[in-house]
Nanobody, 126 residues
């Protein structure tokens, strides 16, 4: 089992920045493919960004150039730096993890992730 705890959400004005953190425990962090997803009211959960064990990343087009995913294996922590926030970024943000035997692999579907955090609310006001 992997336990994931997100922190860093909150209320911010459009154009502002937030950094989300996700602390992981229960498995060697370096063996996990990690991801950030979000879900807005009335919408399906969607991928924001994912990072492989190697550090290779994939970022959704909707946030590319504004959001950056990163990981610190020494701290067992995943990050999401969010800049130039827009009202449409308002959602509950979830940290997710999956066991990965392939060093460079990442997955973009939520169904591929086995472990989820409780979520943290991000609200962007206009």
């Amino acid at each position: 089992q992997v336990q994931l705890v997100e922190v860093g959400g909150g209320l911010v004005q459009a154009g502002g920045s937030l950094r989300l953190s996700c602390a992981a425990s229960g498995r060697p962090f370096s063996r996990l493919n990690m991801g950030w997803f979000r879900q807005a009211p009335g919408k399906e959960r969607e991928l924001v960004a994912t990072i492989a064990r190697s550090g290779d990343t994939y970022t959704a087009d909707s946030v590319k150039g504004r959001f950056t995913i990163s990981r610190d294996n020494s701290k067992n922590t995943l990050y999401l730096q969010m800049n130039s926030l827009k009202p449409e970024d308002t959602a509950v943000y979830y940290c997710a993890a999956r066991d990965s035997s392939v060093y460079y692999e990442f997955r973009i579907r939520s169904i591929d992730y086995s472990y989820w955090g409780q979520g943290t609310q991000v609200t962007v006001s206009s």
